[in-house]
């Protein structure tokens, strides 16, 4: 199993960004995929979830309706669209494969992306 996030960076308050996972070593679309990230000196915390499906999602209380996450099987990635960007979404972003034919959860599964870091600053 093999996670490999990007497209992350450094974006002004109110910004935007949009984060890639590309999935290798397994059957991507019969797995729920997710987002985490952790902040220094914080705990990682669960950002979104979606669906074997791709039609299931479910969100952290502190992104909804900023953040979108969707995925592509045909390219095996997951994606996370974040929109009105603020100094508090500041950390690593990581990829997390979860459950075989589940549901969106925020339980994170034990495969996880390198990360990517987001900055978001004035």
């Known amino acids: 199993v093999q996670l490999v996030e990007s497209g992350g960076g450094s974006v002004q308050p109110g910004g935007s960004l949009r984060l890639s996972c590309a999935a290798s070593?397994?059957?991507?679309?019969?797995?729920?995929m997710s987002w985490f990230r952790q902040a220094p000196g914080k705990e990682r915390e669960f950002v979104a979830s979606?669906?074997?499906?791709?039609?299931?999602?479910y969100y952290a209380d502190s992104v909804k309706g900023r953040f979108t996450i969707s995925r592509d099987s045909a390219k095996s990635t997951v994606y996370l669209q974040m929109s009105s960007l603020n100094t508090e979404d500041t950390a690593a972003y990581y990829c997390?494969?979860?459950?075989?034919?589940?549901?969106?959860?925020?339980?994170?599964?034990?495969?996880w992306g390198q990360g990517t870091q987001v900055t978001v600053s004035s």
């Open positions: 997390n494969r979860n459950q075989y034919l589940g549901t969106p959860t925020t339980t994170p599964g034990p495969y």
């Open positions: 070593g397994f059957t991507f679309s019969v797995y729920v």
């Open positions: 979606i669906g074997w499906d791709g039609i299931s999602t």
